[in-house]
Every structure is written in C-alpha cells, then in structure tokens.
C-alpha cells in the first residue's frame, strides 16, 4: 500500500507483516522493562536517601564517639 504524508516528498510503503509485528513489539516490552528498571532505581535511591536522613534526625542526641572506661582485672584464677 503507498502512502503519501504531508510535508514529505518521498513515497512511502505501507508493509503489514507478522514477524515484524513480533519484532516491534518484543523491542517495546525490551524498552518498557528498561525503562522500569530505572524508575525503580530511582525509587530505591530517593528512599535509601530519606532513610538515612531519618535515622539521623532520631539519633541526633546519641553522640558519635562514647567513651568507656576500662579496668584491668588482676585476680588470679
């Protein structure tokens, strides 16, 4: 079938197959997976970062280093 579209000279040819059908629509779901993939990284990582904040703000009043002092036992056994 030829189809001629506005604004383009050429002469194009409309070609109705199965397997290009199959080809085009295993390339989408290639594409949509992808795609998915990534949004759900970025879901992961905006989390991972609201995580951290998180647990930050709870701790705020723990400090970093504590310091506990030590005895040496010198019974003997």
Known sequence: MLVE???ISDTLLY???ERKAVKEMSMN???TSHF???LAQVQQGIQK???SKLSKRRCSGIPDIVLVPLQEDVAVI
Do not use: T
């Open 29 to 31: 779901q290639h594409f």
């Open 49 to 51: 970062k609201a995580e």
């Open 15 to 17: 070609i109705r197959s």
């Open 36 to 38: 998915e993939q990534g």
């Open 5 to 7: 579209k506005e604004g």
